[in-house]
């Protein structure tokens, strides 16, 4: 497979290397274009802090006790714009050190991905937890070329998996809280026919508001890169 690629990116180097002039580095760019295009659901879930934001969104709204609101699509772009905010410098980054060098011809396509890649293996290697590491290489095959991106991208996404659900642990526990103390409130008062959740929710909301917790928790998500 990785062969196979490999000749493939060779080929596609060499035609787009032959070219010449505006047509050469237009057909570049339209190249790259399509292929980040195509590539970026994938490099959005498993090379940037998507999962860690959109995991920590999502126990925030479970925790709240709000099923549909907010929406997924609503979820989903804020943690997307919140990944944006955080992976700029790593994409201005990548860009500074691959895109000039590809478009004055002075690098190939191959090239230029690995230079890209760098600034993106440098910021997951920073924050994969060395354990969570070593464990995954416990568990593959020797490979004489290194660990290289096949341990690093799934030890990164378990770390902030493993991060999201912490995060999620304290964000969820002054809400429990909340939740326990109308329950025993409508127990004392023998109203155990109420159901406790639809009681909480807006002593959950106002809490959520008071605190400014979007903010307060946006703020806080971002500053963990930082």
């Not at 912490?166 to 809280?177: H, N, Y």
Request: charged share 10%; hydrophobic share 55%.
């Amino acid at each position: 497979m990785d062969a196979a690629v490999s000749s493939a990116l060779s080929a596609a180097s060499g035609a787009l290397d032959g070219a010449s002039g505006g047509v050469g580095q237009s057909s570049i760019l339209l190249f790259l274009g399509l292929t980040v295009l195509s590539l970026a659901p994938a490099i959005a879930i498993t090379v940037t802090c998507f999962p860690f934001m959109v995991t920590v969104l999502s126990i925030l709204r479970q925790s709240l006790g709000l099923q549909q609101s907010p929406p997924n699509m609503l979820i989903v772009s804020l943690a997307l714009f919140l990944t944006w905010f955080v992976m700029d410098p790593v994409l201005k980054e990548a860009w500074a050190q691959a895109g000039p060098p590809l478009q004055s011809g002075q690098i190939g396509i191959i090239e230029a991905l690995s230079r890209a890649i760098g600034p993106f293996e440098h910021f997951m290697a920073i924050r994969t937890d060395p354990a969570i590491l070593d464990e995954m290489r416990s568990l593959a095959p020797p490979d004489p070329g290194g660990d290289g991106l096949r341990l690093l991208i799934p030890s990164f996404m378990l770390t902030e998996l493993q991060r999201a659900f912490e995060i999620g642990f304290l964000i969820a526990l002054p809400f429990l809280v909340i939740d326990l103390v109308v329950s025993a409130v409508l127990m004392a008062m023998g109203m155990m026919m109420v159901p406790p959740a639809i009681v909480a929710l807006p002593f959950k909301l106002a809490f959520f508001v008071v605190v400014d917790g979007w903010a307060l928790l946006s703020a806080a998500l971002v500053r963990g890169y930082q």
